[in-house]
Nanobody, 115 residues
Framework: QVQLVESGGGLVQAGGSLRLSCAASGSIFSINTMAWYRQTPGKQRELVAAINRGGSTRYLDSVKGRFTISRDNAKNTVTLQMNSLKPEDTAVYYC?????????WGQGTQVTVSS
């Protein structure tokens, strides 16, 4: 399996920036997609951004133009750069990877955007 360790997150004012990072270890050769999801109380977890091994990306409509996902296949890391943050971006953010016999979640990191 794959183990994920997240870093980043915290409290920021609206309009500010944060950077989330996630490092993968274990069966990393099996990873295809690396992604970030987020969840708020009472709501379903939603996909924020994803990137596959080839570098193709997709984003939640509400974060397009503000968030950028990137990955370093050599270091097995995925990063989410979040700019122009809004209070509605407040959530617990989870790193996720999938691939051949791989389906792993990080422990989650809180992002809070104050107005």
């Amino acid at each position: 399996q794959v183990q994920l360790v997240e870093s980043g997150g915290g409290l920021v004012q609206a309009g500010g920036s944060l950077r989330l990072s996630c490092a993968a270890s274990g069966s990393i050769f099996s990873i295809n997609t690396m992604a970030w999801y987020r969840q708020t109380p009472g709501k379903q977890r939603e996909l924020v951004a994803a990137i596959n091994r080839g570098g193709s990306t997709r984003y939640l409509d509400s974060v397009k133009g503000r968030f950028t996902i990137s990955r370093d296949n050599a270091k097995n890391t995925v990063t989410l750069q979040m700019n122009s943050l809004k209070p509605e971006d407040t959530a617990v953010y989870y790193c996720y990877v999938d691939g051949i016999k791989v389906d792993s979640w990080g422990q989650g990191t809180q992002v809070t955007v104050s107005s």
